[in-house]
Each structure stands twice: as C-alpha cells, then as structure tokens.
Nanobody
C-alpha cells in the first residue's frame, strides 16, 4: 500500500528557507513521477513542481520558479522540496503526490501534508 509522509513544514519569516521531505513506501519509488502540490487556507489546490522518475527533468509553477527546487533520492525513496526566498503567499499545506504510471500531472496518491507558514 502506498504511503507518502511529508515533513519539514514550519513557521518561517519572509525571505527565509525551508526544506520539505516526503518519505515514500509501498511502491517502486524510482519508477514514478513525483510532485509537490499545495493548498493555501481557503483556496484550491495549486501544483508546485514535478520531477521525472530519473530526476533528469523538473518543472515548476510560475509562482515558485527560481525560488524552489525539487529533488529526489531514489536510493532512499525520498522526495524533497527546497524552498528559498519564501513569501507570505507561500503559506499553505504542502503535499507530495505520486503520479499514475506513465502520467506526469495526474495524481494517484497523496500524503497527509505538512504546514508551511511564512510570517513575520
């Protein structure tokens, strides 16, 4: 059974940095495209970033491009999101998501989320 467990969320000041992690189990992690998605209070889901199974291709939403970096360690079944130059509008619950086999942006499984709050 697929399990995705996010960690690393915290309260941080504007301009600060955080690194989120997602521990994956129950499937062959290295075979699947993985993503980060977020949901701000009172708003819908927003796609943040996606990384190919082999980590050779990454894509980012316009709102985080140049500030966030997605990465993965297939040996450790772990997905990361390095977030720099954080803004108050980055405040959200962040979820890692596993894509369906052969898909990029259609998500099959989600974690429980980790809260990021950017505030002074």
């Amino acid at each position: 059974q697929v399990q995705l467990v996010e960690s690393g969320g915290d309260l941080v000041q504007p301009g600060g940095s955080l690194r989120l992690s997602c521990a994956a189990s129950g499937f062959t992690f290295s075979s699947y495209v993985m993503s980060w998605v977020r949901q701000a209070p009172g708003k819908g889901l927003e796609w943040v970033s996606t990384i190919s199974s082999g980590a050779d291709t990454t894509t980012y939403g316009d709102s985080v491009k140049g500030r966030f970096t997605i990465s993965r360690d297939n040996a450790k079944n772990t997905l990361h999101l390095q977030m720099n130059s954080l803004k108050p509008e980055d405040t959200a619950a962040y979820y890692c998501a596993k894509a369906y086999d052969g898909q990029w942006y259609v998500f099959e499984s989600w974690g429980q989320g980790t809260q990021v709050t950017v505030s002074s």
